[in-house]
């Protein structure tokens, strides 16, 4: 089992920045990419964005591409995500993820593991 846990999350102003964590631990040799999706109030969980575990592929979802911008961090196995100029529309609850991912990184079914959730919320 691989056990993930997200920190980082808070309210911010529109414009503003955070940075979340998300810090994997257990069989950590089972995986290969590492995640970020998000869910609003009302909708339906979203991707963001992913990494594979070489750190040298990324995907980003259309809407944070130019944001948002996700990198490892190789000591502690984590993996963070630095959001930039945060827009009300960002509002959510942000949930890491990992698994094995062979080909479709967006996926959210090829993803085995989840965090409990942050919550980011961007209002003035």
């Known amino acids: 089992q691989v056990q993930l846990v997200e920190s980082g999350g808070g309210l911010v102003q529109p414009g503003g920045s955070l940075r979340l964590s998300c810090a994997a631990s257990g069989s950590i040799f089972s995986i290969n990419a590492m995640g970020w999706f998000r869910q609003a109030p009302g909708k339906e969980r979203e991707f963001v964005v992913a990494i594979s575990w070489s750190g040298r592929s990324t995907w980003y979802a259309d809407s944070v591409k130019g944001r948002f911008f996700i990198s490892r961090v190789n000591a502690n196995n984590t993996v963070t995500l630095q959001m930039n100029s945060l827009k009300p529309e960002d509002t959510a609850v942000y949930y890491c993820?990992?698994?094995?991912?062979?080909?479709?990184?967006?996926?959210?079914?090829?993803?085995?593991?989840w965090g409990q959730g942050t919550q980011v919320t961007v209002s003035s």
């Open positions: 993820a990992a698994g094995i991912v062979y080909r479709d990184y967006v996926g959210e079914s090829q993803y085995d593991y």
